[in-house]
């Protein structure tokens, strides 16, 4: 990375760490404390989602085809549509069907999330989210690879069903020298750096947002 993408990043970082505060509903299921109808209701608001997220990504690649861009999102778009049936074995080990998934009533605050996201892949620069993706990267995936140890080792779940945490607790290296050629790419090309750490902080407060709410907050 040129050091332009690396003052980008760290400005995105130090940002986002300085938001950054206990993650509430990982506390409770590391102590086992979250009950069976709590983990039913992550697998209803994880279903619309990453959904969502699929679609925007799909957006996003349509808006910006050319490589190293439509690459990166048609990456993205194709990990959520394996990680929505790696979903649905984590909701059939709660004994949820789709249908019933598809029926779940979300809440607005853990929606407001990937809202965020649809927001950006339509009026944001292929910037935005390339660099929400860096920043977030260690953070986001360290907290799904602590649920995914958390449902094994103390709510008794198997690997089938905890799969979908797993696919996001490791981010391949190629998608995020994609992301950070994207990131070079749409700098180059005259995106806003303050608009895009912007977005990479308010990801992550939306984030945030998502597992508060699933805590009770």
């Known amino acids: 990375m040129n050091a332009e993408i690396t003052r980008v990043i760290r400005s995105a970082q130090q940002q986002i760490a300085a938001q950054a505060a206990d993650n509430r509903f990982l506390e409770l299921l590391e102590a ?38 439509g690459d990166l999102w048609l990456a993205m778009a194709d990990g959520e549509g394996q990680a929505l049936t790696l979903l649905l074995d984590f909701a059939a080990a709660l004994n949820l069907t789709e249908r019933q998934l598809r029926r779940y009533e979300p809440t607005p605050a853990a929606q407001a999330y990937p809202a965020y996201l649809a927001q950006v892949s339509l009026y944001g620069t292929r910037s935005d989210v390339a660099l929400a993706l860096l920043a977030n990267v260690t953070e986001s995936g360290g907290c799904s690879a602590r649920v995914a140890d958390a449902l094994q080792s103390t709510y008794g779940f198997d690997d089938k069903a905890v799969g979908h945490f797993r696919f996001f607790a490791d ?32 990801v992550h407060a939306y984030e945030s947002m998502f597992w508060n709410t699933l805590a009770g907050r």
């Open 32 to 69: 086992g404390i979250v009950s069976r109808e709590r983990l039913r209701r992550l697998a209803g608001e994880l279903y619309p989602l990453v959904l969502s997220d699929r679609r925007s990504f799909a957006l996003l690649a349509s808006r910006f085809p050319t490589a190293p861009a």
């Open 171 to 202: 981010t391949p290296p190629s998608l995020v020298d994609q992301a950070a050629a994207t990131l070079a790419t749409g700098l180059s090309d005259g995106d806003d750096p303050v608009a895009a750490v912007r977005t990479a902080r308010m």
